[in-house]
C-alpha cells in the first residue's frame, strides 16, 4: 500500500513537473511529510527523478542560448550554489531539532500569499530583477533549508523571463538540476540512507511521463495559467502542512 500510495504521487507530481519546471521536490516534500515520512528520506525519493526531468527539460530546449540566459545561469552559479552548501551543513548539523512540516508550511503559505497580492508579487519580482544577486543567495540558503527553494525560483524566474514560459521553464529545470545533483551527493555521503530498486521504478517512470506527455501537456498550458496554478498548489499544500498537526 506505501509503494503504491507514494507511485500515485511520483506520476501526478512527473505530470506537474513536466508541465510547470516544479513539482517533485516543491509538491512531493510536503506530500511525503504529510504521509510520515522524515525530511532525509523524502529527498532520497524525489531527487533522483526530479532530477531526470530537469535533465530531459534542458535537452529539449531550443530557445535557450541568450545573453539574458547566460547571465542568469552565470548568477546562479556564483550565487546560489555557494549558500546552498551553507544550507544543506546547517541541516547536517541541527535536523533534530527542525521542525520540517512547521518550516516548510510557512514558507509555502508566505510565498502563495506573495504571489496571489498583485502588488506584492509585482514587488518581489522587480526586487528579484533588480537584485539577482541577493534572489540567488536567498534561494539557496532556503533550498538547502527546506528543498522549497522551487517556490522563489519560479518568481526569479518569471521576473527575469516575463511571459515566455520556455525560458521560465528552462531556467527553473538547470537550476533544479545542479540543485538537485549537489543535495543527491550530499545526502548521500553524509547521511544514512537506502537507495533500492523501486526508486529505479520512480525515476523511469518519471521520464516516461516527460517523454510522452510532458511537452504535448506544456504547450497546451497558456503563461498565466502556468502561474496561477503554481500559485494555487502551492498554497493548498502550506495550508495542508500546518494543519497537519491539528488533523492527526
Given at each position: 500500500?506505501?509503494?503504491?500510495?507514494?507511485?500515485?504521487?511520483?506520476?501526478?507530481?512527473?505530470?506537474?513537473?513536466?508541465?510547470?519546471?516544479?513539482?517533485?521536490?516543491?509538491?512531493?516534500?510536503?506530500?511525503l511529510l504529510l504521509i510520515g515520512y522524515g525530511f532525509i528520506e523524502a529527498l532520497i525519493i524525489l531527487?533522483?527523478?526530479?532530477?531526470?526531468?530537469?535533465?530531459?527539460?534542458?535537452?529539449?530546449?531550443?530557445?535557450s542560448k541568450s545573453i539574458e540566459m547566460a547571465e542568469f545561469k552565470r548568477n546562479f552559479n556564483f550565487y546560489c550554489i555557494p549558500f546552498l552548501f551553507?544550507?544543506?551543513?546547517?541541516?547536517?548539523?541541527?535536523?533534530?531539532?527542525?521542525?520540517?512540516?512547521?518550516?516548510i508550511g510557512i514558507i509555502l503559505i508566505f510565498i502563495s500569499i506573495i504571489r496571489s497580492h498583485t502588488t506584492a508579487n509585482y514587488k518581489l519580482s522587480n526586487f528579484l530583477s533588480k537584485n539577482n544577486v541577493l534572489g540567488n543567495i536567498f534561494i539557496g540558503i532556503i533550498h538547502g533549508l527546506s528543498n522549497m527553494g522551487g517556490s522563489f525560483l519560479s518568481v526569479l524566474s518569471a521576473s527575469t523571463f516575463p511571459n515566455n514560459k520556455s525560458l521560465i521553464r528552462y531556467a527553473v529545470a538547470y537550476c533544479y538540476l545542479i540543485m538537485g545533483l549537489i543535495q543527491f551527493i550530499f545526502i548521500a555521503t553524509q547521511f544514512s540512507?537506502?537507495?533500492?530498486?523501486?526508486n529505479i521504478v520512480y525515476i523511469l517512470i518519471s521520464g516516461l511521463i516527460f517523454r510522452f506527455f510532458g511537452e504535448k501537456l506544456f504547450a497546451s498550458i497558456l503563461n498565466y495559467q502556468y502561474q496561477k496554478l503554481i500559485t494555487i498548489l502551492i498554497f493548498f499544500y502550506g495550508v495542508l502542512l500546518l494543519l497537519n498537526p491539528l488533523i492527526i
Open positions: 500500500m506505501e509503494i503504491f500510495l507514494l507511485m500515485v504521487i511520483i506520476i501526478i507530481l512527473s505530470f506537474v513537473q513536466s508541465i510547470l519546471g516544479i513539482g517533485l521536490l516543491l509538491f512531493g516534500t510536503p506530500s531527487l533522483p527523478p526530479s532530477i531526470l526531468i530537469s535533465l530531459l527539460q534542458i535537452i529539449n530546449n531550443k530557445e551553507l544550507g544543506l551543513i546547517t541541516i547536517k548539523l541541527v535536523i533534530e531539532i527542525i521542525n520540517f512540516t512547521l518550516l540512507v537506502q537507495f533500492s530498486y523501486i
